[in-house]
Structure formats: C-alpha cells, structure tokens
C-alpha cells in the first residue's frame, strides 16, 4: 500500500478552524497519509504571534529573572482554544503543569521552543485518532550536536512497524545526554523529509499556505506563474538564491532517498500544487523555470599580475575568509584579478582588519569593494536544450536599462546569475520575467 507522509506548517495548525481543514485533508485519504508532522502554531492574522515566538519571549524572561508565567500562560491558551474549536475533551492541563514544571528546572531555550510543536501534535493526534509519537523518541543528535542519522533512521523504521498511523512533532529532538535539542527555524520542514525517509514514503506532503512554487515573487511580478513540475536541483538553486517556501536543506533528506515532493496549499487542497521530483523527461513550456535573487551583497577585486604562477595565493586567500568566519557566495577569476562575493553582514565591521590581512598574507597589486549589489539568479532545466537564452536574458536587461556588473554560470547550465545595482534589483527580476515567462 502506497504510504504517505503530510507535513502541516504553521499557517497550516494556526486555529480551531485550521485544524478541522487538515483533519479534512487526511480523512479524505486517511489509507495512505498515516504519518503526519505538526508545526507550532503560526500567525492566524497579521495581529497575532507566533506561538513559537512567545515560547522564546518566555525564555528570555526567565533568564532574566523577570516574570514569564503570564507569557507562558498566553500559549497555553492558544492551545485551550484550539481544542475547545475542534471539541475535544482532551486533558491539556497535564501537559501545561509538567512544561512548567520542567522548565523550573531546566530553563533551557531549547526545551520550551520545542513544546510549541509538542502539544499542537498531541491535539492534532487527537483529533485525528492518530497515535502521537514524541520526535524525542524519533530524532537524535550526536556528541557535537549534529543530527545522527544511523540512530535516527532506526528507530523512525521501528516506530513505522509499530503505529499504523501516527503524529509527530517538527522542529526538535534529543542529544545523546537526553536533553532536548531544536534545529533551526524552519527545522519542521526538516523534520518531515526525515521522517518520509524513515518510513520509506512513496510520497513527502509539504502542505502550507500556498499552491506550491511560483516563477517569482508575488510582491515583485503580479501574478507569476506557478510552477507544476521541478526537479531537486531546480528548487535547490531558487530556494538557496532567494525564494522562500522550501528551504534548501530541508529537501536533502528525501533527495537523497529520491523521494517525491508536493507542496500543497491546505486552504485550496485541491490546487495541484507543484511536484518535486528527482529528475523528469518531461520537456518544460520554457526555456527557464523561475527567476529570483537576493540584496545586500558586497564584491571584493583582488587584482595581481601572474596571480596564477603564485600557487599558493589561492589558498592563502581562503584562509583569511575562513579566519574572519566569511561565507563565500561566488567567486569569478580572470588571469590577473579575482572578485569575491560575499554578504554584506560578513563585512560587519571587519572591512578595514579584512583587506589588512589580504594585504598582508596574499600581497595583491590592488583591492577595491564595491557594495551594494544584488545577485540576479535564473534557473531552469530547459535552459541547456534552448539556443540563445544568454542573449534573450541579457537583451532583456539592456532594454530595462540595466548595467550588468558581472555574470556567473555554473557548468551544469542549470543556472545563471547577473550581479546588478540593488536600485535595479526589482526592475531587473520584472523584465527576465517578461521576456522568458510573460
């Protein structure tokens, strides 16, 4: 029987309301979605807060000695809505004296994040006559706070002979001391994919509160075009270049397993959404798949004559980003210059000591930084099978009156990406899009 893990995230489990249309979506084919992963509550209106959000808020209280019960008890009657909503008689109150309790003694961060995603589980399991199985119990981390994966696998393979169908929580598991530990924003997405991996799903359900990937952003284009079909590489270059309803990492799990993706909107279940798939022969409508990009990027010119004969300039030059705790974006070479691409926030305050120690270490002819930057990235499978997609690409550019200050394509011709004046990001995403999907 084909086995289907569904994935809710916060928007998704925000309100009474919310959790009836999940309860509807599994019900309607409760066979195959038997394991389903709950996020904390998010945002019922652009007035409210996240749940997860007080939980910190609550911590940070506590850790400086200030009143925090008053927070604590705004959670917990979120929660006390919820069931009332949904008509459960469920004891929550337990569940609200053990937290506290446990945070008296913990005060640990970590902890009191988690149980957001811990008790919209236990509700929603509830709700659904769903077995509710704890992700301490499930995921681990190792000795260095990595997560473990052989440990991990384990026991999500044990608990799928064991629950024919059950709920878990995202966000969080448990160290090899049996502490809690959370990964970072976003990690219920991560949760998901390693739980359809345990369990060896047929399908992975990502569902949200949109229909799947668009070709740009809404805020951006009006109305871009939904994408119905991408591969794992396609959406990892959108989603590591800008867009932002599927992290990157989140989606290694399943890809590794090759594992199907859907992203579904929970409000318009019967929206097809967009299929993620290891790779397809189906032949894409165009010659890119979406257009996307990100500000606030600086470039560092380093130029040397016969920088190429000094065969450890190179490496030198790595040392001092690694040092400074930079992270490298790209990096395009010429035989006598080099131009690094780093985010604005890694020159926070070091510019002066970086170029210093480049100086230093690396003995260039000359170093300039130009700022302001922003990286335009277009991505599509169909773009190695299409004549002249560069030129259409940068004809559109020169007819908005854009200035290309560098371009940068990978060798798997997935991808490619014009540096622009952030004055220009916008201008520059509009007229790709017009001429490729328009």
């Not at 995921?139 to 026991?155: L, M, Q, T, V």
């Not at 878990?168 to 924003?185: A, E, H, L």
């Not at 890694?346 to 300039?368: A, H, M, R, V, W």
């Amino acid at each position: 029987m084909k086995v289907i893990v569904s994935k809710f995230g916060g928007t998704s489990l925000a309100n009474s309301n919310h959790f009836l249309k999940v309860r509807d979506i599994i019900k309607s084919n409760e066979e195959q979605r038997r394991y389903v992963v709950a996020s904390a509550p998010g945002k019922s209106n652009s007035e409210d807060t996240k749940v997860t959000d007080l939980l910190y808020l609550s911590y940070d209280l506590a850790k400086h000695n200030i009143t925090y019960s008053d927070t604590l008890e705004k959670v917990f009657d979120k929660y006390r809505e919820i069931a009332k909503g949904c008509k459960l008689t469920i004891d929550l109150e337990k569940h609200f004296k053990q937290i506290k309790a446990d945070f008296e003694d913990l005060k640990s961060k970590d902890y009191i994040a988690s149980r957001g995603e811990y008790l919209n589980a236990i509700i929603l399991a509830e709700l659904l006559g769903y077995d509710f199985v704890d992700a301490k119990d499930l995921i681990f981390f190792d000795e260095n706070g990595n997560f473990d994966e052989e440990r991990s696998y384990k026991a999500i393979s044990k608990m799928a002979k064991e629950h024919k169908a059950a709920v878990i929580p995202g966000f969080y598991g448990q160290t090899n001391k049996g502490d809690i530990k959370t990964f970072s924003r976003g990690g219920g997405d991560l949760t998901g994919a390693i739980i359809a991996r345990g369990v060896k799903t047929d399908l992975y359900e990502n569902w949200t509160d949109v229909s799947g990937f668009l070709s740009a952003d809404p805020r951006i284009v009006d109305n871009p075009k939904e994408i119905k079909v991408i591969t794992y590489k396609e959406l990892r270059e959108l989603s590591y270049a800008g867009a932002s309803v599927l992290h990157e990492e989140a989606i290694i799990p399943v890809a590794v397993a090759g594992i199907p993706i859907e992203i579904k909107n929970t409000f318009n279940p019967d929206e097809q959404g967009t299929l993620i798939l290891p790779d397809t022969d189906e032949a894409p409508n165009s010659e890119i798949t979406g257009v996307t990009g990100k500000k606030h990027f600086s470039v560092i010119n380093i130029e040397k004559v016969q920088m190429n004969s000094d065969k450890s300039f190179h490496r030198k030059l790595m040392s001092v980003l690694e040092v400074n705790g930079i992270t490298l974006e790209h990096m395009p070479t010429s035989i006598d210059s080099i131009s690094l691409i780093v985010a604005d926030k890694y020159l926070t305050g070091i510019q002066e000591t970086l170029i210093s120690e480049i100086k230093t270490f690396c003995n260039p002819d000359k170093i300039t930084i130009d700022s302001g930057i922003s990286l335009i990235t277009v991505v599509g499978r169909g773009m190695k099978n299409h004549v002249g997609v560069s030129a259409k690409l940068f004809k559109s550019l020169a007819d908005a009156n854009v200035n290309i200050q560098m371009i940068i394509q990978g060798s798997s011709e997935l991808n490619i990406i014009v540096g622009v004046d952030e004055k220009d990001y916008e201008k520059s995403i509009k007229s790709i899009y017009d001429a490729f999907l328009g």
